[in-house]
Every structure is written in structure tokens, then in C-alpha cells.
């Protein structure tokens, strides 16, 4: 197998420089593996306040929950969090945080925040990446870059969710930008690239083809082994549509799902973020059977 994949290594457009008293840099290099049936950390590497706060057992040994902890617990004009995880040959993880990621208020200089995560997977491997929402404050200047790299025999369940400016504290998104970029990789080829780029003085926000006047936007996406063949696709793609149409409701949440070159991918808008979590969380625990053969079990953080 390779070297594991250092988020630091990859290429990011947003990517932006800073005066040395301006930048702070955080850094996580994690590696999970299987030994003994068991899913083990392998490497660990961090720098700056970003942790792997602990490996939870509620599924057995062989399925962890890992926790990554930031404790400053959002970004601040001029911060740089790399994030890369590795899943081994034949292990599997699910991979969350405690709380929101926040992306605050940029300064008079318009410094950027940037966080750039690096996901890999092994052939076997099985990797659920479920961090919960990122809120990003008005004025900020959020730059955020998701790269996944999937063996064509693994597994890769993945979702992102935004939630722009702080509607509970009457503090919309009028001002500031938010940049991401999405890379989706399987084996050698690229099979899905994304650019968003989001201006709270744009139409973008306001406008019917944009975010149609939502705060709250996400997306998820599975990547199915190679032996999941097209027409199985198909059927995971109309159970989930239906185990979802309850949601239905274009006045508070608009979804949709397809596939996209043998992805099943799942976008929606929403008027809040609880109702997007819920949302999101449907459609994981309807599919995770069909990809990794077990029931859902939500982690324990999410109640808390």
C-alpha cells in the first residue's frame, strides 16, 4: 500500500498566503488499519490544537467511532487545518466530530480560514466520514477542500453540511465568502469535481437558481465497491429516494438524489439546520445497510 496521503501534500486553489503572525496551523495525520479483526490506530500524527480524541467500541472491535477534536472549536481569521485519514485494507470506521466546526469573522485584512481534508481508502475499506454541520459567520472568509481518494474495491459513505450565518442569533450571511472545493477519485479516475463559491453581497443566496433563500445546504455521497453492480445501484438509488420522501416539502427542505458516474449522490436546501441533520441522517441509516451489510448506529455525540 502507499504512504499514507498528508492533506498538506495535496493542491488547493483557495489556498492563500499569510504573513508568518497571521497563520496558525493545525495538522492531523491519521491511519487506521485491521489486526487481529480488529480496527486499530496505525499512525497518528498531529500538530496545532487537532486531535483524535478516542476510538469508541459500540459496534465491536472491528467498526470503530473515532472521534477528531479541534478544541479552539471554530477558525479564526488566518488558520490552517489539514486533515488526512487513511483506511486500511479491509478495515472500517466511522469518523465524526463532537460539535459544529465553526468559521468566524474574518479580519479588516481579509484574512482566510482554511481547513483542506484528505480521505483515503484501501481496497476492503470501508470509511463513513459524518462530521457534524460547519457554520459559517458572516463576514467570514471560509475556504474548504475535500478530497476523496477510494480503491475501486472499497467503500466511501460521505456527507458535508453548511450551515451560512447564525440565524438563531439574527446574524445572517449578508457579507464575507465561502469557497469549496470537491475531488472524488476512484481508483485512477476523477469522477466527480465540485467548485462552490458563495458570497453573502451575491445573488447566489436570494436567487430560485441558487440557494433559492436557504441558510442551510448538504450533500452526501457513496461510493460503492466495484462488485456493486449497475443495475443493484439503481435499486439502492429508488429505495433511498423513497425512504426519503417524507421529507418532501419544498417550503422548508428541497432534495434530490442521482447518480454521477457510478456514485449515488444526494444534495438538499433547507430552511434550518436541525431539519438538514435529520435529513441527512435518513438517508445514512437507509443506506448503510445495503453498503456495509449493518444497521445504523448513530454515535453516542450526536445526543449530547
Known sequence: MNAPLSAATEQDPHRRRFSPLREWKALLDLVLGQSRDRTVVRQLRHQGPLRLQRLFWPEGPDWP?????????????????DIAVTVEANAGALLTTPSANRIYRS???????????????APGATLEWLPQETIVFDAARSRQ???????????????DMQIL?????????????????????SGDSL?????????????????????NGKSCYGSWLLHPEQAVSESTRKQWLASVREALGSYTDGATLQWSATEVDGLLVGRALCTDSETLKQFMEAAWQHLRPLYAQREACPPRIWAT
Open 191 to 211: 469522477c466527480l469535481s465540485e467548485r462552490v463559491r458563495i458570497t453573502g453581497e451575491g445573488q447566489l443566496p436570494r436567487a430560485k437558481w441558487g440557494l
Open 107 to 121: 479580519d479588516a485584512q481579509g484574512h482566510a480560514q482554511t481547513q483542506c481534508t484528505v480521505l483515503k481508502t
Open 145 to 159: 477542500t475535500l478530497s476523496l481518494h477510494c480503491d475501486k474495491d472499497s467503500t466511501a459513505f460521505v456527507w
Open 165 to 185: 450565518g447564525r440565524s438563531g442569533s439574527n446574524a445572517p450571511f449578508i457579507r464575507g465568502e465561502s469557497r469549496q472545493n470537491l475531488r472524488v477519485f
Open 65 to 81: 467511532h473515532a472521534y477528531l477534536l479541534h478544541p479552539p472549536g471554530g477558525l479564526a481569521p488566518g488558520d490552517h487545518l
